[in-house]
């Protein structure tokens, strides 16, 4: 059984954190319409969603995948690099604990889920703001049982490593190059973003299909010219927030 974990949109989502973006009024009705659509399409590529109530004083919870990670063999409680998000794990803890052992990144060291981009026995960590050295050296200490590399990877300009860079097919990168570097990047066939949609590298495979924020067309037909499905839905409400369509859900495979 494959199933998403979400997390209803916080009625407080306007005390969002941002860092690259200007805040912008987010209409909540259609914050939440647009969360249900992308639920649905999750349900509708066969995901048993399981979705979260919503937490009122936590106005990033919405965007469950920076809080874990999620191994076929063990779950990762991160610590967020934002101090006003940190409250988030514990739920999240109590969701995945009857699927995963669970390990956690300690104090002071800090990791936003959405630095991670797992590979195969590759787990590349960005970088950024939010995530640190620290916390690359205890995450690799936690999955070296398993034979998992750690690899650190700088990037530029964006939150986190997967608003630069996600895994589309088993062999393919989708990549904005002005915010990482692809020599740092596995070896693997690489689509590039049009370059007249910066937010575009942020997309969610599941299973052969990908889903994909609605706005960024160019992008899309590049995609579908490689042969892969996209589910395209519209997230523009909640990248008012910084977020995109990997941070909405924690996918994984359970008994
Ligand atoms: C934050 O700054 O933490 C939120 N406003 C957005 C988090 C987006 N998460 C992600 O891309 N993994």
Known sequence: MRVAITREVSSGIARCELTHMEREPIDIGRARAQHAEYQRALAALGCNVVCLPEEPDLPDSVFVEDVAIVLPEIAILTRPGAASRRSEVESIRAALAPHRRIERIDPPATLDGGDVL???????????????????????????????????TPILGCLHLKSAVTRIDDDCLLVNTAWVEPSTLPAMRR???????????????????????????????????????VVPVDVSELAKAEGGVTCCSLIFEAE
């Open 118 to 152: 797992v590979i195969g026995r590759t787990i590349l960590v960005g970088l950024s703001s939010r995530s640190d050295t620290r916390a690359v050296e205890q995450l690799q200490a936690i999955v070296a049982p398993w034979g998992y590399e750690v690899a650190p």
């Open 191 to 229: 689509i590039e973003i049009d370059p007249a949609e910066s937010f575009a590298a942020n997309a969610l495979r599941v299973g052969t299909c990908v889903i994909h924020p609605a706005e960024f067309a160019r992008t899309r037909r590049r995609i579908e010219a490689e042969g892969i499905e």
